[in-house]
């Protein structure tokens, strides 16, 4: 019997072929101390920084510091899933892929829209009293 012909038989009869070659391809997804501490300090690291250009005030426009946070969040997030959550191409063959492309679907309308309903509730908002004094 050929080696592949084994392993077609052993998925057959339900054995997940346990020999060897599955650790090979999966070590990559389990964490070490390393990769736990480089995540950590990535993660103190980007949020450090957005910290620092709010309360420094860095950067000139609260346009341009909210923009830059968002940038470091969105690096964040990244971090969090290769280093923490393991996430990659290769894992559960494609479904982590397709359900992190499902999670940013979602977290970009979600983003919009509650920019969207904020920016129109400011625009859209009764005056204050003081500036009804100069109403007709």
Excluded: C
């Amino acid at each position: 019997m050929t080696q592949s012909a084994h392993h077609d038989n052993a998925h057959a009869h339900g054995d997940h072929g346990h020999d060897g070659h599955d650790h090979e391809e999966h070590d990559d997804y389990h964490g070490t101390v390393k990769g736990y501490t480089v995540g950590f300090l990535l993660s103190v690291l980007l949020t450090a920084i957005p910290f620092w250009l709010v309360m420094a005030k860095v950067l000139p426009s609260s346009g341009v510091t909210a923009a830059v946070i968002l940038g470091f969040a969105v690096v964040q997030i990244v971090v969090h899933m290769v280093y923490f959550l393991h996430m990659n191409t290769k894992s559960e063959g494609g479904w982590n892929m397709l359900a992190l492309i499902f999670t940013i679907v979602i977290v970009v309308i979600t983003l919009a829209g509650s920019l969207w309903v904020m920016h129109h509730l400011n625009v859209n908002m009764m005056p204050m009293p003081h500036e009804m004094r100069n109403m007709p």
